[in-house]
């Protein structure tokens, strides 16, 4: 899908970016570029990998002329870039309205403009029924790429909604081993607190199957596995092998939520079974044979998908943070 083509990703320096492109490197593309704003993560990431089909680009999605530069010549976009952090985007609300909302405007008219091929839009389970700020920009950025295919454009987008990734930049599992280490402690919000989780290699393995087989317009959910936070945390602990390191609640904080879901009750309206790693979400715009790609597939049987159902046991959790590499 991928051999002779040339590759933006926004955001490129992140962690899903790095994971992303040391996957996309085997498909032979012809040129990947990493558009960030980042100067020294780039100069890491340039030694790190050393390959000449990397191209590095400073910009910032909420510079559209940048964009447009960037997306000169393009087959494929990933559009990773954001600001991600709720506390953040709570306490900055007009910062993430730009870089989530404008910014992520300023990818689609560009892609339109030098007709790329594909836009392939990351998305988070906190755009589902939005608590926080973070969530509500991420929501609106998955209606601007639904609605961009009615748009008369060659160019398809699509959405892929997922919970969070171990080993990002400002993972739980990096937060809480530093804690264990340094403290002996750690801190977490609510004992009752549930998440979506998955390793990084396998979210991105996941998310080429969504720009493989989507059609344009489709927002696709993975379906993570669930663990309660203190179950990780004690999981971490018992790995650590330190002694008297105490857990400690420390309350919610602004714009937090107990469990999350991926899908809400109103898109369970619209949504399939595409597989047993995928819902998709159908929009109930009218975009030009998707709703018929779907037709063979049966709807879903429930009314959301809540980080409260089905949740990974210890031995679970475990089995999943060796995999990651994080045990």
Known sequence: ???????LVTGGTGSWGQELIRQLLPQQPQEIIVFSRNESS????????EDTRLSFCIGDIRDKEALHAACRGVDY?????ALKHVPV???????ALKTNVI?????????IEHNVSKVIYISTDKAANPSNFYGMTKAIGEKLIVYANLLRSSTQFVCVRGGNVLGTNGSVVHLFKDQIKSKREIGITDKHMTRFFLTLQDAIKLLFKATANSHGGE?????MPTCRIIDLAEVLIEASGEEQVRIVEKGIRPGEKIHEILMSDYESLTTVVYDEQYFVILP?????GLHEKYAQYDKVQFSSF??????????????????????
């Not at 976009?77 to 870039?81: D, G, K, N, R």
């Open 1 to 7: 899908m991928f051999k002779h083509k040339r590759i």
């Open 103 to 111: 910014g992520t405007q300023h990818v689609i008219e560009a892609a």
């Open 89 to 95: 985007c709570e306490e900055q609300p007009y910062e």
């Open 306 to 327: 809540s980080s409260e159902r089905n949740v990974m046991n210890k031995d679970d959790i475990r089995e999943m943070l060796e995999r990651g590499g994080f045990l």
């Open 77 to 81: 976009v990933f559009h990773l870039a």
């Open 42 to 49: 780039q100069v890491a990431m340039s030694r790190e990998f």
């Open 219 to 223: 927002i696709y959910v993975m379906t």
């Open 284 to 288: 109930t715009l009218e975009i030009v």
